[in-house]
């Protein structure tokens, strides 16, 4: 009886563990060359099936995660390239000029140095970005409102040259979170919605708290926008128009480090066309603690 019990014993051992070392071997031959292979268990319903179609999702995960990763560094090297490239060929244009002037090495300095600012502002963008989804090292006690009127003091000049009307309406709020992004983030909706307007345009900021939240709420007027294409702005490197702008304003990263820095301080964005043109961009945030009524502020950019 014992030898009996124990052959059965290792045969009921050995069928039950079958599937979970046919799982472990699966898994250990995937990487990041073939995340696209799946365990596929079949059979009945069991705790090992379950556990191999969890392990199916996280490898779903991790392949989306690395393909979005493989697309951005693509994305990033090709901004990067284009001022390089212009560079380039600038300095080998005038090199090869066989009547240079001193007004010519002028001009291509001129274009030089701007295409040295377009590739600064793009690598300190991307690096707000790397910040933002690090996640924040520390966080203090942040006056949303201060920050709002600080950002529309800073693009208040831009709407002017352009037209844009600014109106505003900032009620008390605080968080908890990194002043710096999220006077960045401030500054990158207020100037997606300056930038990307109408002539004679208009552009509302609206700062308040609800039901625990800080709301910061941007909305401009603009070309009309499908309703799917709205939300596809927050990923990085996306633009309405296909290409670069014509004026070489925009480097597809905006609101996507908008989305970065709401998602760092545990926030949402909501992003909606409206249906005369342009578009509202919600974002919510912990609020730190209760604050007064708000207090309505009018502001009119000169």
């Given at each position: 009886?014992?030898?009996?019990?124990?052959?059965?014993?290792?045969?009921?051992?050995?069928?039950?563990?079958?599937?979970?070392?046919?799982?472990?071997?699966?898994?250990?031959?995937?990487?990041?060359?073939?995340?696209?292979?799946?365990?596929?268990?079949?059979?009945?319903?069991?705790?090992?099936?379950?556990?191999?179609?969890?392990?199916?999702?996280?490898?779903?995960?991790?392949?989306?995660?690395?393909?979005?990763?493989?697309?951005?560094?693509?994305?990033?090297?090709?901004?990067?390239r284009t001022p390089?490239?212009?560079?380039?060929?600038?300095?080998?244009?005038?090199?090869?000029?066989?009547?240079?002037?001193?007004?010519?090495?002028?001009?291509?300095?001129?274009?030089?140095?701007?295409?040295?600012?377009?590739?600064?502002?793009?690598?300190?963008?991307?690096?707000?970005?790397?910040?933002?989804?690090?996640?924040?090292?520390?966080?203090?006690?942040?006056?949303?409102?201060?920050?709002?009127?600080?950002?529309?003091?800073?693009?208040?000049?831009?709407?002017?040259?352009?037209?844009?009307?600014?109106?505003?309406?900032?009620?008390?709020?605080?968080?908890?979170?990194?002043?710096?992004?999220?006077?960045?983030?401030?500054?990158?909706?207020?100037?997606?919605?300056?930038?990307?307007?109408?002539?004679?345009?208009?552009?509302?900021?609206?700062?308040?708290?609800?039901?625990?939240?800080?709301?910061?709420?941007?909305?401009?007027?603009?070309?009309?926008?499908?309703?799917?294409?709205?939300?596809?702005?927050?990923?990085?490197?996306?633009?309405?128009?296909?290409?670069?702008?014509?004026?070489?304003?925009?480097?597809?990263?905006?609101?996507?480090?908008?989305?970065?820095?709401?998602?760092?301080?545990?926030?949402?964005?909501?992003?909606?066309?409206?249906?005369?043109?342009?578009?509202?961009?919600?974002v919510s945030l912990?609020?730190?603690?209760?604050?007064?009524?708000?207090?309505?502020d009018a502001l009119?950019?000169?």
């Amino acid at each position: 009886m014992t030898v009996a019990s124990v052959a059965l014993g290792w045969v009921v051992a050995g069928r039950v563990l079958r599937p979970l070392r046919a799982i472990t071997t699966a898994t250990q031959q995937i990487s990041e060359e073939n995340l696209n292979e799946r365990l596929a268990v079949t059979g009945s319903a069991d705790e090992l099936k379950d556990l191999a179609g969890t392990i199916d999702g996280l490898l779903a995960r991790l392949q989306a995660a690395f393909d979005a990763q493989r697309q951005f560094v693509a994305n990033a090297s090709h901004e990067l390239r284009t001022p390089l490239t212009l560079a380039r060929m600038l300095l080998q244009m005038t090199l090869t000029d066989p009547h240079p002037t001193l007004a010519g090495f002028r001009a291509t300095c001129e274009d030089v140095l701007a295409a040295g600012d377009q590739q600064e502002q793009l690598i300190e963008a991307l690096l707000t970005l790397a910040r933002s989804q690090r996640g924040l090292d520390h966080r203090e006690r942040v006056n949303l409102a201060a920050i709002t009127r600080n950002a529309l003091r800073t693009c208040g000049p831009d709407a002017a040259e352009r037209g844009v009307a600014v109106s505003a309406s900032i009620g008390a709020a605080s968080v908890l979170g990194d002043r710096r992004l999220l006077l960045r983030m401030a500054a990158n909706l207020m100037e997606n919605a300056i930038r990307h307007n109408i002539p004679d345009g208009e552009l509302h900021v609206r700062v308040s708290t609800s039901g625990g939240q800080a709301m910061f709420t941007v909305t401009n007027t603009g070309p009309v926008i499908a309703a799917g294409e709205a939300t596809r702005l927050l990923q990085p490197f996306q633009r309405l128009a296909p290409g670069r702008p014509i004026d070489g304003e925009g480097l597809g990263l905006g609101l996507s480090i908008v989305a970065a820095i709401t998602k760092a301080h545990e926030g949402a964005v909501a992003i909606r066309p409206r249906r005369a043109g342009g578009i509202v961009v919600e974002v919510s945030l912990p609020a730190a603690a209760t604050t007064v009524p708000a207090r309505r502020d009018a502001l009119a950019a000169t």
